[in-house]
Every structure is written in structure tokens, then in C-alpha cells.
């Protein structure tokens, strides 16, 4: 469990001692979630994201994948994914590890001090829908 302690304490004597916590799993949805808005990602460790609204389809799993390491006030953020060929990795690399950080520090108030990308493969636009035909017929 991650925790955040407040500063912003009344100096009253009446005094309440503040602490807010996160569950692991919500920084690592947090981090997913964002990601798979990178122009570029296609899925994290195996999840197919759609190319469609947020790019992320009803019962996706969008924490796997994401392994995080969260302390007090700060988190880093390991991940596998898949990007789209012809992209730029580093290019993804940067705009991924951005994006998670903002997101993070905007909703926990914890600093990425940390972030792995491991592209483990790379897809075509032919592959992607491909895999959109094929979630189609399951679905």
C-alpha cells in the first residue's frame, strides 16, 4: 500500500494527523490507463487495445503487464508493451514516461522517480486489425 502524508496540518492543538493511501493496483491502473492513451502503444503484455474511444475496451485487464514499486512519496513503474511498427520507440518511450508522470503526480501527489518500458513486439496496421476482426467474432 502506498501512502501520501499531507503537510497542510492545522497548528491547533486540536490537530488531526492526515494520511492518505493507494492501493499498488491504482497506481498501476493509473499508469495503464495513460499509457494506453500513447499514440504509438498498441497493448501492455498481451491486451489488444482498441483504436476507438480510449483505446481501452470493457473488461481489459489494464494493469497487466505494470509492475510498480510505490513509497511514500514517490513510485517507479515498470511495464511490457507492444508498439505500432513504424513508430518511433524512443519517441513513445518519452511521451509515455511524461504522461505517467503527470498523471501520477496530478492524482496521488507521488513522483515518478522510475519508468521501464519493455517492448516486447511490434505490430503492423495490417496485424491490428487483424486482432480487431478476431475480438469482433468473440465478442
Same mark, same amino acid.
Given at each position: 500500500?502506498?501512502? &501520501? =502524508?499531507? +503537510? ?15 492501493? @499498488?493496483?491504482? *497506481? ?17 503484455d ?13 473488461? &481489459? =485487464?489494464? +494493469?497487466?503487464?505494470i ?5 511514500e512519496?514517490q513510485?517507479?513503474?515498470?511495464? @511490457?508493451?507492444? *508498439? ?8 513513445i ?8 508522470a503527470?498523471?501520477?503526480e496530478?492524482?496521488?501527489?507521488l ?12 505490430k503492423?496496421?495490417e ?13
Open positions: 500500500m502506498t501512502t &501520501t =502524508n499531507q +503537510t497542510n496540518q492545522p497548528t491547533t492543538k486540536n490537530a488531526v494527523d492526515q494520511q492518505l493511501t493507494f492501493d @499498488d493496483q491504482v *497506481i498501476e491502473k493509473i499508469a495503464g490507463i495513460t499509457v494506453s492513451r500513447v499514440p504509438g502503444i498498441v497493448s501492455l498481451g491486451n489488444m487495445f482498441s483504436e476507438f474511444a480510449d483505446k481501452v475496451t470493457s473488461g &481489459t =485487464n489494464v +494493469t497487466k503487464g509492475k510498480v514499486d510505490a513509497g512519496k513510485a517507479a513503474v515498470k511495464m @511490457d508493451a507492444t *508498439i505500432e511498427y513504424g513508430k518511433s520507440a524512443p519517441e518511450f518519452k511521451a509515455a514516461c511524461q504522461e505517467v503527470t498523471a501520477l496530478q492524482m496521488t501527489g513522483k515518478l522517480v522510475k519508468f521501464e518500458l519493455h517492448i516486447n513486439d511490434v503492423t496496421k496485424e491490428l486489425a487483424n486482432n480487431n476482426k478476431d475480438e469482433k467474432k468473440i465478442a
